[in-house]
Structures are given as C-alpha cells and as structure tokens.
C-alpha cells in the first residue's frame, strides 16, 4: 500500500522551463492538495480538488497550474518557473466526511530553480 | 476566520525530560485540531487529533494533546524525551467546509543527549 507517491523526488530548473509534478494516490480519497513548504511559513495551499474533474484556488496559486482528470491523479504544473517557486512541494489527500478526518501526505518534491 | 499560532519556532530538550510545544487557536466554531509530525525529508504524519470526543487526547509516540476552550489552546506534551523525537512539528486546524486547512508555521524539537 503505496499511499500518496509523488514523483519526481527532486528536480532542478532553469528559470523559465516548465515541468509538471505528479502526485498519485491509491487510498480513494475525495480531496487532493497541493502545497509549498518554505523555512518558518508552515505549509502554504497552492490548489485543492474536491473531487475528480475539479480544481480550486489556494492561498498562493499565482504561477502554477492543476489538473485531476483521474480520481487518483493530482498534478502541479509550473509553466514558466522562477526562483521564487524554489521550494519543497507536499500533496496530500483527505477522505470526505467530518472535521476530523486527516490529511495524508507524500513525502515531498524538492525543487530549485536556478 | 481561523487561525493557528505556535508560540516558538525552536524548543530544546534533554532526553529524558518533558516537552511542551504550544500552539494556540482562532476559530469561530468548534474546530477540529491535529498535530502533525515531520522528520526530516520526509512528509507530515498525524500524531493525533481532537474531535470533541474528549479534551485530552493522547497519540502516537507517547504524546498527547489537551484542547483548552476558554484558552483557545491545543498544547503537545510528551512525559519523557527521545532522541527520536527530534523533528518538526506543526499545529494545524480545518477550516469550515472541511476542505482546507491551516498550518502553524512549526515548531522544531532539539533533543540533547
């Protein structure tokens, strides 16, 4: 049981390429989360997915793109990357229902843009 | 609108001996707490959560949680230090709707040996 895997691991870019991120779950989960870790700001959402076919803004979405065409896919496009967008990048996935159900997170991409 | 506060970014401890991470809470309606735990490169684990169910609430590791109504508070404690506790820890809170939530900014454990 593989969970929530992120490919790839690690990545370095030029500024101004692109590439996508892919994050591939196999619990069935509903909801799907996209964010960037950076020293001392927590975890920051990008975009979410309520669900197959759906996308929604996050708190800093500015220069990037989603897409959930499969329930178990959730990708993280960036079109033309900066070194602002260096950073480690975490999905997670959460089941309906309450409050109180958890999120479950890969283990991350960790991306330089030079 | 909510909120969470983790009131220091670095604690340090000798094994052996207690730990306290702090975090407090904004909300506008009964929210639904975790702790979450990140060892270094590696993804976040739930350490536990609070549901209303009770207000202490005791997780994985040894560790537990007291939520705190009138303090709007959700402090992490543990009796006795691991070396192997050493990492990053993150208070967070859903906000309403369920679908997103709010990280504190961290707190990361020293333990000395």
């Known amino acids: 049981n593989a969970g929530v895997t992120q490919t790839p691991k690690f990545r370095v870019l030029k500024t101004g390429q692109s590439m996508t991120l892919l994050c591939a779950q196999d619990?069935?989960?509903?909801?799907m989360y996209w964010y960037r870790q950076d020293p001392g700001m927590g975890l920051r959402l990008i975009h979410y997915?309520?669900?197959?076919?759906?996308?929604a803004k996050g708190e800093v979405p500015d220069g990037y793109n989603v897409s959930r065409l499969k329930k178990q896919n959730f990708l993280l496009g960036l079109e033309s990357a900066a070194p602002s967008q260096t950073s480690v990048y975490f999905c997670?996935?959460?089941?309906?229902?309450?409050?109180?159900?958890?999120?479950?997170f890969g283990d991350g991409t960790r991306l330089s843009i030079l | 609108a909510q909120s969470v506060t983790q009131l220091d970014s670095h604690v340090s401890v000798s094994e052996g001996t207690p730990v306290l991470l702090r975090c407090n809470y904004s909300?506008?309606?009964?929210?639904?707490l975790f702790w979450y735990v990140q060892h270094p490169n590696k993804g976040l684990q739930l350490l536990l959560k609070?549901?209303?169910?009770?207000?202490l609430v005791k997780g994985i590791n040894g560790f537990e949680a007291e939520f705190k109504k009138s303090e709007t508070s959700f402090h992490l404690t543990k009796p006795s230090a691991h070396m192997s506790d050493a990492a990053e820890y993150f208070c967070?809170?859903?906000?309403?709707?369920?679908?997103?939530?709010?990280f504190g900014a961290g707190t990361r454990l020293f333990v000395k040996a």
């Open positions: 997670a996935t959460r089941t309906t229902g309450g409050l109180d159900q958890p999120q479950h």
């Open positions: 619990m069935n989960h509903e909801y």
């Open positions: 997915s309520v669900g197959e076919g759906t996308t």
């Open positions: 909300s506008s309606y009964s929210p639904s």
């Open positions: 609070y549901t209303s169910a009770a207000t």
């Open positions: 967070v809170v859903t906000s309403f709707g369920g679908f997103k939530t709010i």
